[in-house]
């Protein structure tokens, strides 16, 4: 079983950065797929961004693209989310997640963190 443990948010002003970590431990087998979602406040869970833990292709929701980097460290077991330019709707909290696939990912993730609040004034 694959855990994940989220680190990283905290309070940041409008058009600044920040950098999440998700520090993965336990068995991951090729084609598995590591993702950020994140939830704010009365509404439902979003997928960010993803990679193959393997190939290290990568995709992006529209919302983030181009602001967000998502990024993986063999030797450390991390996962990165880098976030740039960052606006006040972005404010929420930050899971990492993983799968088998991305179809997975996408629907139903096996692995979540505890989730890291990330809060942008404005």
């Known amino acids: 079983q694959v855990q994940l443990a989220e680190s990283g948010g905290g309070l940041v002003q409008a058009g600044g950065s920040l950098r999440l970590s998700c520090a993965v431990s336990?068995?991951?087998?090729?084609?598995?797929?590591m993702g950020w979602f994140r939830q704010a406040p009365g509404k439902d869970r979003e997928f960010l961004t993803g990679i193959n833990w393997s190939d290290s292709t990568t995709r992006y929701a529209d919302s983030v693209k181009g602001r967000f980097t998502i990024s993986r460290d063999y030797s450390k077991n991390v996962v990165d989310l880098q976030m740039n330019r960052l606006k006040a709707e972005d404010t929420a909290v930050y899971y990492c997640a993983g799968a088998l696939g991305w179809t997975s990912l996408s629907r139903s993730p096996s692995s979540w963190g505890q989730g890291t609040q990330v809060t942008v004034s404005s």
């Open positions: 336990g068995g991951i087998v090729s084609n598995y797929v």
